[in-house]
């Protein structure tokens, strides 16, 4: 199973961001999947979701305007939009994917992970 995420880069405050992720080496329209970040010396975030069965898409509510998610069941992709990026959204944002059917915002909770795409924001 592997999941490539890429799309990360140096940006400015402001700007909008579009990361990708391609999935291979599992059934993908059996797999939710998420969008993450991590910023340096914090806990990893969950940030999207998009549901597995008719891809519902669910976020954490505080930031939900600033993040849209996607996928391609063709391509076998997920995206995420970021919008308005400031420089308190440096992270390595990563994606994953889980077999269960509900929305999912925890870690634990993905059985599988990209190695991440990094993001600087510059102010």
């Known amino acids: 199973v592997q999941l490539q995420a890429s799309g990360g880069g140096l940006v400015q405050a402001g700007d909008s961001l579009t990361l990708s992720c391609t999935v291979s080496?599992?059934?993908?329209?059996?797999?939710?999947l998420a969008w993450f970040r991590q910023a340096a010396g914090k806990e990893r975030e969950f940030l999207a979701g998009?549901?597995?069965?008719?891809?519902?898409?669910y976020g954490e509510p505080a930031i939900k305007n600033q993040y849209d998610i996607f996928k391609d069941d063709v391509k076998k992709t997920t995206s995420l939009e970021l919008k308005n990026l400031q420089p308190e959204d440096t992270a390595r944002y990563y994606c994953?994917?889980?077999?269960?059917?509900?929305?999912?915002?925890?870690?634990?909770?993905?059985?599988?992970w990209g190695q991440g795409t990094l993001v600087t924001v510059s102010s």
């Open positions: 994953a994917a889980t077999s269960s059917g509900r929305e999912r915002v925890r870690t634990g909770s993905y059985e599988h």
């Open positions: 080496g599992l059934r993908f329209e059996f797999y939710g």
């Open positions: 998009i549901a597995r069965n008719g891809g519902k898409t």
